[in-house]
């Protein structure tokens, strides 16, 4: 599997994410013009955040046929320093075009099926989504040895589920592998020699591997820092 995949390898991260921007950017105005509408999933953590930056100060910006979801959230405040929408609306610059994942706090079930309920326009179609990956080989919030990622990892349902991360904040909200594959481009973003060397490492199962194997023309960008 690992011996298939192309990997654009940079040395400089700034010019990674200023290209990555520039093709992501291209590809939204093309859905917009093609299908007057356009959806697009997003990842949380520090990585993607220079690419947010940029997509930011695209003039698409606050566009109402463009809509934002998120691939993955911590069940957190929307305005708790762990939240993914809150590190990409600030990215992004925008308010109202987000499509979050948090609805009800007081409960971690019915606050699932209310995600899933808002995000059947994702589950029709999907445009665009990003990825990234941590270094135990999660991607989305789909992690290795965690019971309840199973479903989302191995299930043909493009839904979205309640996983356990291994550090705090331990409770997840994620988008299924199946969804995440259905999306008709993807892109992995990734950073440093450690993740690297788990991606192309053959001998593990890990939940990248299962988005690989269902996505060989995933597109990966990678710089050594």
Known sequence: MADEIKINEFDNADLMFDI??????REIKHALRENKKCNVLLS???TPKPL????GKESFKGNPNLQYGLIDERFVE???????EKMIKECLGIESDIKGMIYRLDSYEKNLELVNEAYVPFKQ?????ILGMGTDGHTASIFPGDENSELPRRSNDKEVYNTNAPISPTRRITCSKELICDSKFIYLIITGKDKKKVLLDNE???PIHDILKQRPDIHIFYADK
Request: cysteine-free.
């Open 20 to 25: 990555l921007g520039d093709m992501i950017s």
């Open 44 to 46: 949380g953590g520090s």
């Open 52 to 55: 947010y930056l940029r997509l």
């Open 78 to 84: 929307t305005n708790d320093g762990n939240s993914n």
């Open 125 to 129: 179609r999907t445009d665009l989504s």
């Open 204 to 206: 593990r199962d890990l």
